[in-house]
């Protein structure tokens, strides 16, 4: 009777052990069908930007900076911006009562007076800015240039032209040079322009 109830505990014990290696061989399959999809998953997670990553970027962003000083500058050479800044308050109240055809209408008369030889100045329109200057487009770089010799006071007394503002960008300059922490960013602009003969306006780090 003992060795019979031995086999049986022996049968029992490999019924289970079968059971197990049954499970685990299931268990195994159905990982191995999700293997693929897993990872897929892995492969469309962003990886971490490497160095060079990060230096390719700036180097991007400095190359769109540079070309959106460019179409600024090529727009602005065709533009006339005049600036009451220093203006009187009265000329500025002046100006923001007027309408867009009455300024025009103003614009027009002193460039007809101004314009004795050459073709004649055509005042299309012009625009008001948010910073409250006046803006004329032209047609051709010389128009723009003969309206900007014009003097716009007879219009409006303190009306001027503003000289345009270009951006410029400087790469890979040491820090030896320029160090925004500790130097002071106005007198740098103020020396450049200085030695250059321009007026810096601001000058600024990435």
């Keep these: 009777m003992e060795a019979l109830q031995a086999i049986e505990d022996n049968m029992a014990t490999v019924k289970r052990e079968l059971k197990e290696v049954k499970e685990t061989i299931i268990e195994t399959a159905k990982a191995a069908k999700s293997a693929p999809n897993a990872w897929a998953t892995v492969a469309a997670m962003p990886r971490a930007p490497t160095h ?45 009562s007027k309408t867009y055809e009455e300024m025009t209408e103003r614009f027009q008369k002193i460039a007809d007076k101004t314009a004795t030889s050459g073709p004649p100045l055509t005042i299309g329109g012009c625009r008001k800015l948010k910073s409250n200057d006046i803006r004329f487009t032209c047609d051709s770089e010389e128009e723009a240039n003969r309206l900007r010799e014009i003097d716009w006071s007879k219009a409006f007394e303190g009306l001027e032209v503003c000289q345009p503002k270009f951006g410029v960008v400087f790469n890979g300059v040491p820090i030896e040079e320029i160090n925004p922490r500790t130097d002071n960013l106005d007198n740098i602009a103020k020396e450049i322009g200085d030695r250059n003969g321009l007026k810096v306006v601001k000058l600024r780090t990435p």
């Design 52 to 96: 060079r990553d990060r230096h390719r970027g700036q180097e991007l962003d400095e190359e769109s900076q540079q070309k959106q000083a460019q179409r600024r500058q090529e727009r602005a050479k065709v533009q006339v911006t005049l600036t009451a800044e220093g203006a009187s308050r009265a000329t500025q109240a002046n100006l923001n």
